[in-house]
């Protein structure tokens, strides 16, 4: 039997084991990597190659249904298909001379289905250019792409710019808010201390803010490691990152104060009111300054973040139980370095 006290324990370590092996073997949805040309004109016939991802053109056989899509909803099929292996396919439609919106270059998304793998998409991928309309009557054969097949396997979404770097999302996202509560709980504790001059809260104050420190540095390398794989730069001078340093760099400052300080109690007090300001300059920092500029990171100067596209219920599935799994093996580390913090105060008063 599991001790009453250790079930959350446990919880967190079962819960991050699961979400390490959810993440990493549950495969990425069947979508489209690159179109060539990804542009064509008004009245031409438009002959492309798509290039897969997780694709079986060849196996999908008679199944493979192709569209271009406008924004407005109209959209043209595909007059040919002709399948090269299982990722790589040639696809051509006849454009219309009159192109349905009044811009000059349009962009369209593509779309392809088959039984085998449903549906892949790829937003404005190709951009159409019309000079000019033409006064002559033309009968488009406008379709409505409906009717979609599902091949009803469990997948997470495939995003053209992420790929397979979509996983990090159960690792870096969670440990920033892990990151978030830790901190939180160390703000908690040092309001103890000020108002009732408790040690022990001072010693467990400083142990989640040690914590919540290790949480932002994981944060930080697993975002390098995202960012080289699609900004093409371990560290961009983005926004959202040099605030984050300058956030991590001020809790820095934290154990600085505290090895200024002899006296335990004033040490003690000083640390905590300094935790409160920290935690005060975080949210700001983090949340509010990169959203007020543009930043290359979803959520941040308008860039948006997952949305219902991205973060979809297969993926929603392995990302809230990471959230909970590492917030809650933070909690475990920040007791242990408490207990550890603990002893280290005892044999001091013993010396």
Not at 260 to 283: H, M, Q, W
């Amino acid at each position: 039997m599991i001790e009453k006290g250790k079930i959350w324990k446990f919880s967190g370590v079962i819960l991050i084991v699961y979400v390490i092996i959810a993440g990493l073997l549950i495969p990425l949805k069947s979508g489209i990597e690159s179109v060539e040309p990804s542009y064509g004109n008004a009245g031409e016939t438009l002959k492309i190659q798509v290039i897969g991802y997780n694709t079986h053109f060849k196996e999908a056989g008679n199944s493979l249904r192709a569209w271009l899509k406008w924004e407005n909803g109209k959209a043209i099929a595909a007059t040919e298909m002709v399948a090269l292996d299982e990722r790589r396919m040639n696809l051509t439609f006849s454009i219309p001379n009159n192109l349905p919106e009044n811009t000059e270059v349009q962009a369209v998304t593509l779309l392809i289905d088959s039984e085998t793998d449903g549906t892949a998409v790829l937003p404005s991928a190709i951009f159409l250019t019309q000079t000019e309309k033409v006064l002559a009557a033309e009968e488009v054969p406008w379709v409505k792409p409906e009717d979609f097949s599902n091949n009803g396997q469990i997948t997470f979404p495939f995003r053209n710019i992420l790929g397979e770097t979509i996983r990090n999302t159960y690792f870096h996202v969670p440990l920033w808010f892990g990151m978030m509560f830790l901190f939180l709980f160390a703000v908690i504790h040092s309001i103890k201390y000020l108002r009732k001059g408790d040690a022990e809260s001072d010693l467990k104050a400083e142990a989640y803010t040690q914590t919540g420190i290790f949480y932002g540095l994981l944060g930080l390398i697993t975002g390098a490691l995202w960012a080289k794989n699609t900004w093409g730069a371990y560290w961009s001078w983005d926004i959202k990152q040099n605030m984050t340093v300058v956030a991590l760099l001020i809790y820095a400052a934290y154990f600085i104060l505290r090895a200024s300080f002899e006296d335990p109690e004033k040490r003690a007090r000083v640390c905590a009111a300094y935790g409160i300001f920290a935690f005060s300059t975080l949210i700001p920092l983090i949340y509010v300054i990169p959203r007020l500029t543009d930043s290359l990171h979803p959520g941040s100067g308008g860039n948006p973040a997952f949305g219902s596209q991205d973060l979809d219920n297969t993926m929603r599935m392995v990302f809230y139980p990471a959230v909970i799994g590492f917030t809650l093996f933070g909690f475990w580390l920040s007791s242990l370095q408490f207990r550890y913090l603990r002893l280290q105060k005892l044999r001091e008063d013993l010396d």
